[in-house]
């Protein structure tokens, strides 16, 4: 079981930057693939980023660029550095995990965060 715990949303103009942080239980951190999703009200959850356990990282075309994902294995935590930031990056941010591989689908996440608001004002 793996426990996920999203910190570090807020409000912020356009142009601004916010560092998302994720923290982990659990004793087998570094054998999961953490991802981060977002979901806008009224849309569907999507992919932003991920983390292999590996070290791998993979981004959505919006995001590239703008986002980075790291991971401090010895901390248990997982961050998403989010710069340039545009009024449509206003969501609930997740903090998502699966033991092995990183994926892009929601669908393959076995373990979620509570969720962080971040609002982007124009």
């Known amino acids: 079981q793996v426990q996920l715990v999203e910190s570090g949303g807020g409000l912020v103009q356009a142009g601004g930057s916010l560092r998302l942080s994720c923290a982990a239980s659990?004793?087998?951190?570094?054998?999961?693939?953490m991802g981060w999703f977002r979901q806008a009200p009224g849309k569907e959850r999507e992919f932003v980023a991920a983390?292999?356990?590996?070290?791998?990282?993979y981004y959505a075309d919006s995001v590239k660029g703008r986002f980075t994902i790291s991971r401090d294995n010895a901390k248990n935590t997982v961050y998403l550095q989010m710069n340039s930031l545009k009024p449509e990056d206003t969501a609930v941010y997740y903090c998502?995990?699966?033991?092995?591989?990183?994926?892009?689908?929601?669908?393959?996440?076995?373990?979620w965060g509570q969720g962080t608001q971040v609002t982007v004002s124009s």
């Open positions: 998502a995990a699966v033991f092995g591989i990183a994926t892009m689908s929601p669908l393959n996440y076995d373990y």
């Open positions: 659990g004793r087998t951190f570094s054998s999961y693939a």
């Open positions: 983390s292999s356990w590996s070290g791998g990282t």
